[in-house]
């Protein structure tokens, strides 16, 4: 019954390796967004995607590709990843237009580079 | 540009004791403000959302109140409990078409103690 799912939960790999986080909602949302948490606990919004068209790139580094195959999944592809990648990615879901409806998180992935 | 500003960083009362925390925001232009709660090393749940024409909202023992003109809100936590103990955030989502997003406070985190 999960309604915001991320996987990997944990992911620990080595600079430069190119790495995927994927999440799916089962909340019938159509809007999507990557948020990154750092090591100061501030979590910043990334990207959004509405019914699989980007609509917020918070002038994240090109090295990010989100990646949204249908309004239920957004996937995050990183390529050559840095130490200052190490952080949590969250997850979150809404529905477009509803300013009163909350959004919804997943767990988050928490991404170590040695 | 909205930035939100949470004060205490951190917070620790004994069991049993009521409890306020507090959240400022710089633009006034918002749809809502949602506060969240978050445990170490886990995701994001939310507590409580109150819509920019509401004045408060409550769920069982928190309380959370709107100031829009004055930037400002408070979750009261009315006899508290260790089980309360985690980090508090508070996000507005900004009164402009189109961004969807929500921007986060820097957190309190709440011990309570036994």
């Known amino acids: 019954d999960t309604a915001v799912s991320q996987t990997p939960k944990y992911l620990v790999t080595q600079m430069g390796n190119d790495k995927s986080i994927k999440c799916e909602q089962n909340l019938g949302h159509d809007t999507m967004y990557w948020y990154k948490q750092d090591s100061k606990k501030f979590l910043k919004i990334m990207f959004s995607y509405n019914n699989k068209e980007l609509i917020i790139n918070e002038t994240v580094p090109n090295r990010f590709s989100p990646k949204s195959p249908d309004k239920a999944h957004l996937n995050l592809h990183i390529n050559s990843l840095e130490l200052g990648d190490s952080a949590v990615y969250f997850c979150?879901?809404?529905?477009?237009?509803?300013?009163?409806?909350?959004?919804?998180f997943g767990d988050g992935t928490r991404l170590s580079i040695l | 540009k909205q930035e939100v500003t949470q004060i205490p960083a951190a917070l620790s009362v004994p069991e049993g004791e009521n409890l306020v925390l507090n959240c400022s925001f710089t633009d006034s232009a918002i749809y809502n403000l949602q506060w969240f709660r978050q445990d170490p090393g886990k995701g994001l749940t939310s507590l409580l959302l109150i819509q920019s024409s509401q004045r408060e909202q409550t769920s069982g023992r928190l309380n959370a109140s709107l100031d829009k003109s004055s930037g400002r809100s408070t979750l009261y936590i009315a006899a508290s409990q260790p089980g309360d103990s985690a980090t508090y955030l508070c996000a507005v989502r900004d009164a402009n078409f189109g961004n969807e997003k929500l921007t986060f406070g820097t957190g309190t985190r709440l011990t309570i103690i036994p």
């Open positions: 979150a879901s809404s529905q477009w237009g509803f300013s009163n409806q909350p959004q919804h």
